[in-house]
C-alpha cells in the first residue's frame, strides 16, 4: 500500500482495492467540484464548459458534435474531434482520468444520484408531485423548501457559453420557478396564506410580467384577508399588462377579481332594515340623479348596498355593470380609467396614458350606452370626476366616507347618509 495518499489523483486504497474518492458537483448556481469534501479549482473557459455540458446530461452519452456547439458557440475549429479532445484531457487532469468516460461518439460523466444537486433537485421535486397527487401536502411543503434550498443563483452561473446557458440552464430555471409555484399552491391548500403571500411577492419582483404569478397574488391576499390589497394589486397588473404588454387581463384574472368584489355581497338576510336605502337608490337613480355618493363609516356596508342594488336593478342595465375599487384613493385616475376602458372592451394597447383623453373616451363610449358604474371608496372629488360618464342614461354610485361635496356641484350628485346597520 502507498505510504502517502495526499496527492493530487483521486484515489484511495480499501481492503487491497482501488476506489475512486468521492466527486460531488453543483450546477445550480455557479458550477463546483468536490473530491474527498475539498472543493477543486476549476478552469475557467472551454474547460468549464465542457463540464457543464456533460453535468448537464449527467450518465448519459453527449455527442461530440453536441459538444463543439457549446464550446465554441456554434461553428468549431477545423479538427473539432481533436480539439475536444483537448480539452478533455485537460479536465481529466483536474478531476481524474475516470472521471470522464470516452464512449462511442462523445463523452459520458457518470455521477451518483447524491453527488449532483441537480439530479437531488429533480428527484425531490418529483417526490413531492406524488405526494401531493397522494393528497400527503403536509408531506410535500416539507419536501419542497429541501429541493429549492440546493439553488445558489442562475443553472451554471459563470460558464462562458451563451448557448449552454439557453439551452440548458433556462428550462432549468423554468423547472425552479414551477416548484416554487407548486410549493405556493400547497401552502395555500394548507391556509399558509401569510407563506404563500411572501414567497409570491418575492416572485412578481423577480418575474413582473408574468400574469400566472400576479393572479396566484391577488388571490392569496384574498384567501388571506387583505381585500384592499387584492384589489390594489389587481389593478397593478391590469396597468403592468396594458403597458409593458399591450394585453387585457385574461379571463381567469377577470373572474377572480370578480369573485373578490362578490365577496361583499350579501345574501337578502344581511339587508334586513336596508329597504329605506334601497327605495331610495330606486329614486334617486331612477330619473332624479344621474350621480349617488353613498356616505358612511367603515364598515357602514356601503359596499354591499350599492351591489345589491345593482344586482337588483341589472335589468335596467343591460349594457353592463361596472365596478372599480378605488382603495380610499390609492388608485390613481389612469389606472381606474384603464380597467373601465378595458372592461368595455377596449384593447389595453389602445387605452390612452393621458387622463382627459382616456376619460373622453369613456365618456363617448358610455354616450349611448345604458349602464352601471360602482366605484368603490373613493378618497377625493378629484379621482372621481375623470371617471364620470356625463350626460347619459348610465348611473354611477360612488361610496366614500367622505362627503365629496365637490360633486354635487359638478355633477349634481345626491348623498346617501348609511349609518351603521343595527338589527334587534
Not at 54 to 66: C, E, G, I, K, P
Not at 147 to 163: E, I, K, Q, T, Y
Not at 180 to 208: D, N
Request: overall charge neutral; charged content about 25%; proline content about 5%.
Amino acid at each position: 500500500m502507498p505510504d502517502d495518499l495526499s496527492g493530487s489523483r483521486c484515489w484511495g486504497w480499501h481492503y487491497g482495492e482501488t476506489v475512486r474518492r468521492a466527486v460531488s458537483f453543483r450546477v445550480l448556481g455557479p458550477v463546483c467540484a468536490e473530491i474527498g469534501g475539498r472543493a477543486v479549482p476549476l478552469p475557467r473557459g472551454r474547460v468549464l464548459t465542457l463540464l457543464a455540458g456533460l453535468l448537464a446530461r449527467a450518465n448519459q452519452l453527449v455527442r461530440t458534435d453536441q459538444l463543439v456547439r457549446w464550446l465554441w458557440d456554434g461553428d468549431g475549429p477545423d479538427n473539432p474531434k481533436s480539439a475536444v479532445h483537448t480539452i478533455v484531457r485537460r479536465l481529466r487532469d483536474v478531476l481524474g482520468d475516470d472521471v470522464v468516460r470516452t464512449v462511442a461518439g462523445g463523452y459520458r460523466l457518470d455521477v451518483g444520484a447524491a453527488d449532483l444537486d441537480l439530479t437531488r433537485f429533480t428527484t425531490a421535486v418529483a417526490r413531492a408531485d406524488a405526494l401531493v397527487a397522494d393528497g400527503d401536502l403536509r408531506g410535500a411543503a416539507a419536501e419542497l423548501p429541501a429541493a429549492l434550498a440546493l439553488w445558489r443563483g442562475d443553472p451554471f452561473d459563470g460558464v462562458p457559453s451563451r448557448r449552454l446557458r439557453d439551452e440548458e440552464g433556462v428550462p432549468l430555471a423554468e423547472q425552479r420557478l414551477a416548484a416554487r409555484l407548486l410549493l405556493v399552491r400547497v401552502w395555500s391548500r394548507l391556509g399558509e396564506h401569510a407563506l404563500a403571500v411572501g414567497e409570491l411577492s418575492a416572485l412578481r419582483a423577480e418575474y413582473p410580467l408574468r400574469e400566472e404569478i400576479r393572479e396566484l397574488l391577488v388571490r392569496a391576499l384574498h384567501q388571506a384577508g387583505r381585500r384592499a390589497e387584492a384589489l390594489a394589486e389587481y389593478h397593478d397588473t391590469c396597468r403592468v399588462l396594458a403597458a409593458e404588454l399591450g394585453l387585457d387581463p385574461s379571463p381567469s384574472l377577470r373572474r377572480l377579481h370578480r369573485e373578490i368584489v362578490g365577496a361583499d355581497s350579501a345574501p337578502p338576510a344581511r339587508f334586513r332594515g336596508r329597504d329605506a336605502e334601497l327605495a331610495e337608490l330606486d329614486r334617486l337613480l331612477g330619473a332624479e340623479a344621474g350621480v349617488v355618493v353613498i356616505v358612511g363609516a367603515p364598515g357602514a356596508g356601503k359596499t354591499a348596498l350599492a351591489l345589491h342594488w345593482g344586482d337588483r336593478a341589472a335589468e335596467r342595465f343591460p349594457d353592463g355593470r361596472l365596478y372599480v375599487d378605488l382603495l380610499g384613493g390609492a388608485v390613481r385616475a389612469g389606472e381606474a380609467l384603464a380597467c373601465l376602458l378595458t372592461s368595455l372592451g377596449v384593447p389595453a394597447g389602445r387605452v390612452p396614458e393621458d387622463v382627459d383623453r382616456a376619460s373622453a373616451l369613456l365618456r363617448s363610449l358610455l354616450a349611448r350606452r345604458r349602464a352601471l358604474l360602482v366605484l368603490d371608496d373613493a378618497g377625493a372629488a378629484d379621482q372621481v370626476r375623470p371617471l364620470l360618464p356625463g350626460a347619459t342614461r348610465s348611473r354611477v354610485i360612488v361610496t366614500s366616507r367622505q362627503h365629496l361635496a365637490g360633486l354635487t356641484v359638478t355633477h349634481s350628485a345626491r348623498l346617501l347618509r348609511l349609518e351603521p346597520l343595527t338589527l334587534p
